[in-house]
């Protein structure tokens, strides 16, 4: 399945809601060039919500780091939510759950930004 994702501004946070699997291919291409132009656009805050991403592979794990650095690199804060059971324990596996901010809510993560 092709990664889908849409974006939303909410008190100067942005949020990219995304569906699929963000793996090797198409998905990480997607979530790259989501990344990219809602930085070049000015936005330093992201927030991507995984709730309706039914798996990430390696390469998904890697773009993730990816755009993390790259958001950080701007001056800018990227923090996941809404990880379904899958996604957290890789997150876990892998020690990123420790990198990663992972609000609770998008209430609770929309307040947590600078």
């Known amino acids: 399945m092709t990664l889908k994702t849409s974006?939303?501004?909410r008190d100067n946070v942005v949020i990219v809601d995304i569906v699929g699997e963000l793996r090797l291919g198409d998905g990480t291409g997607v979530l790259r060039d989501v990344?990219?132009?809602?930085?070049?656009?000015?936005?330093?805050?992201?927030?991507?919500n995984l709730g309706s991403v039914r798996h990430?592979?390696?390469?998904?794990v890697g773009e993730l780091m990816s755009c993390f650095?790259?958001?950080?690199?701007?001056?800018?804060?990227?923090?996941?939510?809404?990880?379904?059971?899958?996604v957290h324990?890789?997150?876990?596996?892998?020690?990123?759950?420790?990198?990663?901010?992972?609000?609770?809510?998008?209430?609770?993560?929309?307040r947590s930004y600078p």
């Open 56 to 60: 990430i592979d390696s390469a998904g």
């Open 35 to 48: 990344v990219r132009d809602t930085v070049a656009q000015g936005y330093k805050n992201l927030l991507l």
């Open 89 to 110: 324990n890789l997150l876990q596996i892998t020690k990123l759950y420790t990198i990663f901010e992972v609000p609770e809510d998008e209430e609770s993560a929309i």
């Open 69 to 86: 650095t790259s958001v950080r690199n701007q001056g800018g804060h990227l923090k996941l939510m809404n990880l379904n059971k899958n």
């Open 7 to 9: 974006t939303r501004l």
